[in-house]
């Protein structure tokens, strides 16, 4: 019999391993499958989230929104909650409205914040105002939060997301080409190729609030560093998660052209660390014979493309298991961390899917989003 993931018994265990590369091996991992949840009702969805209670939402790569205002029932059909699709770019694979995350009940105010490229190909994050009814936003009402040229069209990151701490945390790939050409992935002083963290509750700020650096971000004083940067040394971590429990961040970043890896860290290792982009391509040296690890955090998790894929699509946590995925091949993987801290996943399985995004209903339910066929499934166990 069935059961939806969320509802899987998994061993918990604390314990996180900072620099050790480990090996994706055989664990005693739960088997699980996907079944429909929505069949071709999206036009290339590239994320799905909540906002805290039953209704789900569902990012089309164009620049639309679609709410479903109750999961559990999604015979109804979804509505349209957003629509800016006369200021969003996607005119390459990697372009589009790529996220949305809605603010923590600490924030005041009724909004929804949204990552995209632009008609230009540039980045942008932007708080919209959620109507009364919370089934629609007001596309006029944009509030721009921050930008950030592209010089490429590709490996922009994209995902915004808030964590334990009501932080909005923001995810840039290292500017894109191939190779980081021009050196963003250890080069703090842009935000290319890292993870931001910023302050964007607007209480007391008025009406043209921006977001600020929070004075305990680890760069904060350095003049050589943007103050914004958490983490760096990435190359394009199109989907990284934080736990329920509010104690681990997985950091899924996709590879050149060999190597996917996910990097699980505490939250109290994370601030400042550096992923080794692009000295590393997951724990193997990146166009050099030898290369130093000192300082560096080395993935916990990785896949070459003849073994997996060739697309990375992180993830999340379920009771204690981390849940990934690659567009290319399709392949699932649930992760689970051993006795010695070390995490393992256990046998690939097969979708079918080209798995574009993970995401979490209010009810704790695990949804992956079909890029190519426009539909929405649910992660079930076995």
């Given at each position: 019999?069935?059961q939806i993931?969320?509802r899987?018994a998994?061993?918990?265990?604390?314990?996180?391993?900072?620099?050790?590369?480990?090996?994706?091996t055989?664990?005693?991992?739960?088997?699980?499958?996907?079944?429909?949840?929505m069949t071709?009702?999206?036009?290339?969805?590239?994320?799905?989230?909540?906002a805290?209670?039953e209704?789900?939402?569902?990012?089309?790569?164009?620049g639309t929104?679609?709410?479903v205002?109750d999961?559990a029932?999604?015979?109804?059909?979804?509505?349209?909650f957003l629509?800016?699709t006369?200021?969003?770019?996607?005119?390459?694979?990697?372009?589009?409205?790529?996220?949305?995350?809605f603010p923590?009940?600490?924030h005041?105010?009724?909004?929804?914040?949204a990552?995209?490229t632009?008609?230009?190909?540039?980045?942008?994050?932007?708080?919209?105002e959620?109507?009364?009814?919370?089934?629609?936003?007001d596309?006029?009402?944009?509030?721009?939060?921050?930008r950030?040229?592209?010089?490429?069209?590709?490996?922009?990151?994209?995902?915004i997301?808030?964590?334990?701490?009501?932080?909005?945390?923001?995810?840039?790939?290292?500017?894109?080409s191939q190779?980081?050409?021009?050196?963003n992935?250890?080069?703090?002083s842009?935000w290319?190729?890292?993870?931001l963290?910023?302050?964007?509750?607007?209480?007391?700020w008025?009406?043209?609030?921006?977001?600020?650096a929070?004075v305990?971000?680890?760069?904060?004083?350095?003049p050589?560093?943007?103050?914004e940067?958490?983490?760096?040394?990435v190359?394009?971590?199109?989907?990284?998660t934080f736990?329920?429990?509010g104690?681990?961040?997985?950091?899924?970043?996709?590879?050149?052209?060999?190597?996917?890896?996910?990097t699980?860290l505490s939250?109290?290792?994370?601030?400042?660390?550096?992923?080794g982009?692009d000295?590393?391509e997951?724990?193997?040296?990146?166009?050099?014979?030898?290369c130093?690890p000192a300082g560096l955090?080395?993935?916990n998790?990785?896949?070459?493309?003849?073994?997996?894929?060739?697309?990375?699509?992180?993830?999340a946590?379920?009771?204690?298991a981390?849940v990934?995925?690659?567009?290319?091949?399709?392949?699932l993987?649930?992760?689970?961390?051993?006795?010695?801290g070390?995490w393992t996943?256990?046998?690939?399985?097969e979708?079918?899917l080209?798995?574009?995004?993970?995401?979490?209903?209010?009810?704790g339910?695990?949804?992956?989003c079909?890029?190519?066929?426009?539909?929405?499934?649910?992660?079930?166990?076995e």
């Amino acid at each position: 019999m069935r059961q939806i993931i969320s509802r899987f018994a998994l061993a918990f265990l604390i314990g996180i391993p900072m620099v050790l590369a480990v090996p994706v091996t055989m664990a005693q991992a739960p088997q699980v499958a996907v079944e429909p949840w929505m069949t071709g009702a999206f036009e290339r969805p590239t994320h799905v989230t909540n906002a805290g209670d039953e209704r789900l939402f569902v990012v089309e790569q164009a620049g639309t929104v679609r709410v479903v205002p109750d999961a559990a029932d999604s015979a109804a059909g979804p509505l349209l909650f957003l629509d800016i699709t006369d200021r969003v770019g996607a005119m390459s694979a990697e372009q589009g409205l790529l996220s949305i995350a809605f603010p923590p009940p600490s924030h005041e105010g009724s909004f929804v914040y949204a990552s995209y490229t632009d008609l230009q190909g540039d980045s942008v994050v932007s708080r919209f105002e959620v109507l009364g009814d919370g089934l629609a936003a007001d596309p006029a009402s944009e509030l721009v939060i921050l930008r950030q040229d592209q010089p490429y069209r590709n490996h922009n990151g994209g995902l915004i997301v808030f964590g334990p701490d009501d932080m909005l945390y923001v995810g840039f790939g290292d500017g894109g080409s191939q190779g980081d050409p021009d050196g963003n992935g250890q080069n703090r002083s842009t935000w290319l190729g890292s993870i931001l963290r910023v302050n964007v509750d607007p209480a007391g700020w008025g009406d043209a609030a921006g977001y600020v650096a929070p004075v305990d971000n680890p760069f904060v004083g350095d003049p050589d560093t943007a103050p914004e940067i958490w983490m760096y040394g990435v190359r394009n971590p199109w989907r990284f998660t934080f736990d329920p429990e509010g104690t681990m961040i997985a950091v899924a970043d996709v590879g050149g052209s060999q190597v996917e890896e996910v990097t699980i860290l505490s939250l109290e290792g994370a601030p400042g660390a550096n992923l080794g982009w692009d000295q590393f391509e997951g724990s193997s040296c990146y166009q050099s014979v030898t290369c130093d690890p000192a300082g560096l955090v080395m993935p916990n998790l990785e896949y070459t493309h003849p073994e997996g894929g060739c697309s990375i699509t992180g993830g999340a946590f379920v009771g204690g298991a981390y849940v990934y995925g690659d567009y290319c091949s399709g392949l699932l993987w649930v992760a689970n961390q051993g006795d010695d801290g070390a995490w393992t996943a256990g046998d690939p399985i097969e979708t079918g899917l080209r798995i574009s995004s993970f995401g979490v209903g209010g009810d704790g339910t695990l949804y992956v989003c079909d890029l190519a066929s426009g539909s929405v499934y649910r992660v079930v166990g076995e």
